[in-house]
């Protein structure tokens, strides 16, 4: 069979190294373009000038994508395949072009996620333009909905705080082990690349040290709450290393739940899905998913509580490698292709 065409729209950022670095090493994939946007000061640089590790592994150049979009709809006929490592905005305004033109769509921003257009006003600060694209978009957490991906040309790749956090409650909420009269709490620190690679003071080197952020109103929280299907308490935190997730959370089991029935929970959910490994009693540090496709998870119950330890790269699981995780699975290829 011949590779499929590939694009990254967004290259030059964190994300869309990533998969750069993932996608030209991938079996089934010819990587055919690194994109940015049509006035970037990086337009025309080879990717490796922005991240010298890429040098010898990925050399292609970044270029200007088309300032006009019926140009943008042009090129894109020449590709079967697009990841957009791009701002909400911009992912919201390109979905559309490139499926109009044929290719299949995973999206790492948070354009696409929840069902709910009025949820943008809210949490993003702009009016979502395209409601059917929305509701046929399918939300990209990948151990979860790996029919619903089989079927669709847009995924919606789920957030990176989002992503730990459903993996480590789904299958204690989809067991009915959770007391729902008391919300699970998540507390999760992320590392600064989290932030994206633009300047900005809040996380430059020298004013990071461990804060929490966006209380009571970050996006993700409802991002959360809505594919859970239970209402969460959710406090980010930024921490001062460069990569990483790691989130506690707490919650309350129901009278009589054990920590075997917990155990023989996650054991069913995860078995055969290669990139969740549980981890015992041995609570994960981000120092062992760093760099990997992986979330890591362990847990302990103790009377009628328990605390979940999740792991992840915000990069890889939280954003660059389940995309392509999701692709893998959308296009019946092995799950785990191109992530090692
Ligand atoms: N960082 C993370 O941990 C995670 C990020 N995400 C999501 O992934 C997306 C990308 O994030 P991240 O890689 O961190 O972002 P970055 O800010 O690092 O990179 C975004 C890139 O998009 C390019 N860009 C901006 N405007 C356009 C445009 N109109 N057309 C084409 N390219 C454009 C920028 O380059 P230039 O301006 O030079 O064109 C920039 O390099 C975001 O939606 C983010 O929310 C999801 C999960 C985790
Ligand atoms: C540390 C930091 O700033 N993290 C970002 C979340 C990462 C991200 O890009 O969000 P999505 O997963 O929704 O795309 C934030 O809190 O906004």
Redesign the pocket.
């Known amino acids: 069979m011949s590779k499929l065409k590939a694009i990254i729209v967004g290259a030059s950022g964190y994300?869309g190294a990533e998969l750069a670095l993932i996608l030209n090493r991938h079996p089934q994939f010819e990587l055919s373009g690194l994109y940015v946007s049509s006035n970037s000061a990086d337009a025309n640089k080879p990717i490796s000038n922005l991240y010298p590790q890429l040098r010898s592994l990925v050399d292609l150049p970044l270029q200007p994508l088309p300032a006009d979009n019926a140009e943008i709809g042009n090129l894109a006929q020449q590709f079967d395949t697009v990841f957009l490592a791009t701002a909400?905005e911009v992912s919201h305004d390109y979905a559309p072009i490139f499926l109009n033109a044929g290719c299949q769509v995973f999206d790492?921003?948070?354009a696409y996620?929840v069902n709910n257009a009025e949820f943008y006003t809210q949490y993003y600060g702009f009016q979502h333009q395209h409601p059917q694209l929305l509701q046929s978009a399918v939300y990209g957490l990948a151990e979860w909905n790996h029919e619903q991906i089989k079927q669709t040309d847009l995924v919606a790749?789920?957030?990176?705080?989002?992503?730990v956090s459903q993996l480590s409650l789904k299958p204690l909420l989809e067991n009915d082990l959770i007391d729902r009269s008391q919300l699970p709490v998540i507390n999760a620190v992320?590392?600064?690349?989290?932030?994206?690679r633009k300047a900005n003071l809040t996380?430059s080197f020298c004013e990071v040290s461990l804060n929490a952020?966006?209380v009571f109103n970050?996006?993700?929280q409802p991002?959360i709450a809505n594919h859970l299907g239970c209402d969460v308490i959710f406090t980010?935190h930024?921490g001062n290393f460069k990569r990483g997730i790691l989130a506690t959370i707490t919650a309350k089991l129901k009278a009589g739940v054990s920590a075997e029935q917990v155990q023989a929970a996650f054991e069913q959910a995860y078995h055969g899905r290669p990139l969740v490994r549980l981890c015992g009693r041995h609570f994960p540090a981000i120092k062992q998913v760093e760099f990997t496709p992986f979330c890591d998870i362990a847990f302990a119950v103790k009377d009628q509580h328990i605390i979940i330890v999740g792991a992840e790269d915000?990069l890889l699981k939280?954003?660059s490698a389940q995309a392509v995780q999701c692709a893998n699975i959308r296009y019946n290829f092995p799950e785990t292709a191109g992530l090692f």
């Not at 790749?157 to 992503?163: E, F, I, L, R, S």
């Not at 992320?190 to 994206?196: I, Q």
Request: aromatic residues 6%.
């Open positions: 994300t909400h790492l921003s948070g996620r790749v789920a957030g990176c705080y989002p992503t992320s590392g600064v690349s989290g932030a994206g996380s952020y966006g970050h996006r993700h991002e980010p930024l915000n939280g954003a």
